[in-house]
């Protein structure tokens, strides 16, 4: 009985829904509808296609649509004469890099298909700050300010800003498609604040943050980590968190590991990447960062090892070698102290001196000695002279020590002063994995490549 | 209660299965009636073999305009009265309509409109981030025989275009649109004091005229006229956006108007005559005058804020016991030394500053001591009569300027304190600078001149 109850009120129910369903087609023809779609056939629309939309299936979207932008914003449409040369950046720097590494099926599956392009950057009102670029749905992304285009060397900055904003805000789409993994916010916890603007650089940086941009929340921190270890390198990376305080040092490198674990879990390896990334950086941009010689005037060490694994595996000059093995057989030798010689360092102290470090150990006590070198240091060229200079200071290792080694070590000091002796300084040695890419630098002679030494860096603060 | 929910009940299975049958309202789909509106302004925009001449009012700035031609694969190309580069490069940039709110035509790569919507102020001007409030998107208004009237989608500004002529065209392909820019500008360079004459009633009023042509944001692209009424002592003014036309000017946005009359644009009336014109098509031909329009007495002060009577023994301008006055006052001076190392007094240029709100006059004697800059400030208090007639009050003054008003009493005590002035524009006869004069009424003879 209860059941036939349940059965009736069903029945009732269902009909209640049935009976004023009124079916009437609509009777929609979307082909009728005014698609805005501009469409012409110039040469660039068939660079653009060709570059882009064949092998990419990424669409270019140059013509001004408000919509892509906001409607409140004031932006202005895009010089026609600027998109091949800004989509030329795209591909050498971006595209190119990630192709190379990450391989064709990840770049065409992960690049964003929407390239948006914005002649001026996007204000919200006379009080903001410029909108240079976005990313949108795992999918967009939109670079603002194209009307800034200059052809190179003038166009240095215009062209690394487009890499720092693209980098950044692929970043994003990264993380739109794979979660940010849990552990990174911890890391830098407690030290994000917004508005990130009320936060200078330098106590960013201090903080452990690659920007002040970075520190607003950790998912800006995220995508401003990769970009900066991709277009400005290793070497400039290393500096910042050398620069820091310890823990902002401590901090940075941590965010960094943490990003190459992220990359190696989407199958790519983020320092062949950031590798790939740096040479165009070097080669075509002329990025001082991304050379060798700037960091000479920084304050940084090169420890040079001829047993370590790096010059085992990569050789070493043997006009180098020569001078290398007297001095250790000499520090060796010198009568009643029983030395061993273990490596030497060239410490970068200013952009005008330097001084060559002698470690050795007398049984397990190690000892410094240090002799000072003037230096003259041309960025533009990479070309280093040194000579002769003063001690730095009244210790053991610029007085008693440097004395008693003295004699061992002349050659080396007599290799690297020689008066007609100019060395050419770059990343060294050539080859090198990409792990240790910009972690090694070297100096060759100038007019003889084959004589040339490298070390391992570290920079100091 | 129950009477109620049956009620309830009943209204309900009524209102349920009610059926309102749609009925269009016109004979087409909305997306039919928009592609026919899209297609009316592709067809009107591209049908002009011409072109079209087109103005337009920024919102913050002032007014621009353009030669326009639209062809069938999106192209645009236009002049404008931006700069000269505009206004001789035909630059060519896409444009598109679509469907938007309304019909939209939208000048989707760089162009001169752009240049008004850029927020980077360093390319034109006009107000950083935000540039001169003018748009890029444009939604159709309506259409005449001749003409074709859009709103700026943001801005709300008329972006009114009419076809031009081949004659037209022709001039602006021949650089005629710099030459007719150049033309007016000179004309009000080089013509002193602009102004036209309004006949209203028994009287006539004459209106000045200024014009700024610069790209200034706050100031450019404007034309005022100001003027006395009636009264000859209120002064009135207006100010509208213009923008060139290869035949003169047109006042935007609904014209000019002053005294009730809607000035709409400046022809050439031939070669060397500029006329204006109301809306209902009177010539008003713009006349020079020598002299400002506005007396000299009601700018004192408020506008013009200095007098500065040079450093002559003699001048046009001055009168005879002037003369002879500052000269006696010019030697006294060298009795006296104030400053380190001594020198002599040596009496230069005398600065005569007024202020119109306060009724303040400052007298500042230039009167290097040897090789040391050295002055003397005397402080008065003024009154103007309605006709401008001024009479000072010497206020309190310095221990120098004390000691040493003695020797300057032949200018001061004697003239300036006492007597009653009236001040006029003065132009110099061989430069032709306008200059101030100021005379006294009592003696005749003590007139003197100073650059305003």
Redesign the interface.
């Known amino acids: 009985m209860k059941n036939i109850y349940k059965l009736l009120t069903l029945t009732a129910l269902i009909a209640m829904l049935i ?2 369903r ?1 079916t009437e087609e609509l009777n929609v023809d979307y082909s ?3 698609a ?1 779609n ?1 469409t ?1 056939n110039t040469p660039l629309d068939q660079w653009l296609k060709s570059s882009f939309l064949d092998p990419y299936n990424i669409e270019v979207v ?5 919509y892509y932008h906001g ?1 409140s914003a ?7 004469e600027n998109i091949q040369p800004t989509m030329q950046i795209v591909l050498d720097g971006f595209i190119n890099p990630y192709l190379k590494v990450a391989g064709p099926t990840f770049t065409k599956k992960y690049m964003p298909k929407e390239w948006v392009l914005f ?3 996007s ?1 919200d ?4 700050d ?1 909108v240079a670029g976005t990313a949108a749905a795992g999918r967009r992304i939109t670079l603002y300010g194209v ?1 800034d285009y200059q052809p190179l060397p003038s166009g240095q900055f215009y062209a690394w800003d487009r890499h720092r904003i693209m980098h950044h805000e692929f970043g994003h789409i990264l993380n739109q498609i794979i979660p940010i993994p849990t552990d990174f916010e911890a890391i830098s916890k407690g030290f994000y604040k917004q508005p990130y603007r009320e936060t200078s650089t330098e106590t960013a940086h201090a903080n452990g943050f690659v920007t002040a941009y970075a520190s607003g929340v950790s998912t800006e921190d995220y995508a401003e980590t990769i970009s900066w270890s991709l277009i400005n390198g290793q070497a400039w990376y290393d500096y910042w968190a050398a620069t820091a305080s310890d823990e902002g040092k401590v901090r940075l490198n941590l965010k960094q590991q943490n990003i190459i674990n992220y990359y190696k879990n989407l199958g790519i390896d983020f320092k062949a990447l950031q590798k790939e990334v740096q040479l165009y950086m070097r080669n075509t941009l002329d990025l001082r960062e991304s050379k060798f010689p700037y960091w000479l005037s920084q304050k940084m060490t090169m420890t040079i090892d001829n047993s370590s694994l790096v010059s085992v595996n990569y050789g070493v000059s043997s006009a180098f070698s020569s001078v290398y093995n007297t001095i250790r057989t000499n520090v060796n030798a010198i009568p009643g102290y029983g030395f061993t010689f273990n490596n030497i360092r060239i410490n970068f102290t200013t952009p005008t001196t330097a001084n060559l470090e002698i470690s050795f150990n007398q049984g397990s006590g190690s000892y410094l000695a240090n002799f000072g070198l003037t230096m003259t240091l041309n960025q533009t060229t990479g070309e280093v002279k040194f000579g002769n200079g003063v001690a730095g200071g009244t210790t053991a290792p610029w007085v008693g020590n440097a004395n008693i080694v003295k004699s061992a070590i002349q050659p080396m000091l007599d290799y690297l002063t020689a008066s007609t002796t100019i060395f050419i300084a770059d990343w060294m040695p050539t080859g090198i994995t990409a792990d240790n890419f910009m972690k090694y630098g070297g100096l060759y002679v100038k007019g003889a490549p084959t004589n040339y030494f490298y070390g391992s860096l570290v920079f100091n603060r | 209660m129950k009477r109620l929910l049956i009620f309830i009940a009943l209204l309900s299975i009524l209102v ?2 009610k ?1 309102t049958s749609y009925v269009a309202k016109f004979d087409k ?1 909305p ?2 009636r ?2 026919d509106q ?1 297609s009316l302004v592709s067809t009107t925009l591209t049908s002009a073999p011409n072109g079209w001449i087109a103005t337009l009012p920024t919102r913050a700035g002032g007014g621009y305009a353009f030669l326009l031609t639209f062809d069938n ?2 192209n645009v190309s236009m002049y404008g009265d931006l700069n000269d580069a505009s206004a001789t490069t035909f630059a060519k ?2 444009y ?1 309509v ?2 938007d709110i309304g019909t939209d035509l ?6 001169y409109l ?1 240049m008004l ?4 102020s360093a390319v034109l001007g006009g ?5 001169y409030q003018s748009d ?2 444009f939604t159709y208004d309506r259409v005449t025989t001749d003409s074709i009237i859009f709103i700026g ?2 801005y709300r500004q008329p972006f009114k275009l009419v076809k031009a002529t081949a004659a037209q065209r022709a001039l602006y392909e021949a650089n005629g649109y710099k030459t007719a820019i150049d033309k007016f500008k000179t004309f009000f360079s080089t013509t002193k004091n602009p102004y036209i004459e309004i006949v209203s009633g028994s009287t006539t009023l004459k209106a000045g005229i200024t014009v700024n042509s610069t790209n200034s944001l706050a100031a450019g692209k404007r034309i005022s006229f100001t003027g006395l009424l009636a009264d000859g002592k209120t002064t009135s003014g207006a100010t509208s956006k213009f923008a060139f036309k290869i035949d003169g000017v047109d006042l935007l946005g609904g014209g000019l108007i002053y005294q009730g009359i809607t000035f709409v644009k400046f022809l050439w009336k031939d070669a060397t005559t500029l006329a204006v014109y109301d809306s209902t098509g009177k010539e008003y031909i713009v006349k020079s005058n020598p002299t400002p329009l506005t007396p000299l007495h009601l700018l004192l002060g408020a506008g013009y804020n200095t007098v500065s009577v040079p450093n002559a023994t003699t001048y046009p301008g001055w009168g005879s016991d002037f003369v002879t006055r500052r000269a006696t006052a010019a030697q006294g001076l060298t009795r006296w030394s104030i400053t380190n190392p001594r020198g002599a007094l040596r009496l230069q240029g005398i600065v005569f500053t007024f202020n119109n709100v306060t009724k303040r006059l400052a007298i500042v004697f230039d009167t290097p001591d040897g090789t040391n800059a050295f002055s003397l400030t005397y402080n008065y208090t003024y009154t103007k009569t309605e006709a401008g007639v001024y009479k000072f009050t010497l206020g309190t003054i310095g221990g120098n300027e004390s000691a040493i008003g003695g020797d300057l009493a032949v200018l001061l005590a004697d003239r300036i304190q006492v007597d009653t002035f009236t001040a006029d524009y003065f132009t110099h006869p061989t430069t032709g600078v306008l200059m101030a004069q100021l005379k006294s009424i009592e003696h005749p003879d003590f007139t003197f001149t100073g650059a305003l």
């Open positions: 009976s004023c009124k009728a509808f005014n805005d501009p012409t140059y013509r001004y649509n408000r409607n004031n932006v202005t449409p895009t010089k026609l002649g001026s950057y204000y009102d006379a009080n903001a410029g009307n | 349920s299965c059926k789909t997306q039919e928009a592609a899209i694969e999106q940039s896409y598109r679509k469907q939208v000048f989707d790569s760089y162009s752009a919507n850029d927020p980077n107000q950083d981030k935000i540039g890029i998107d989608k943001k």
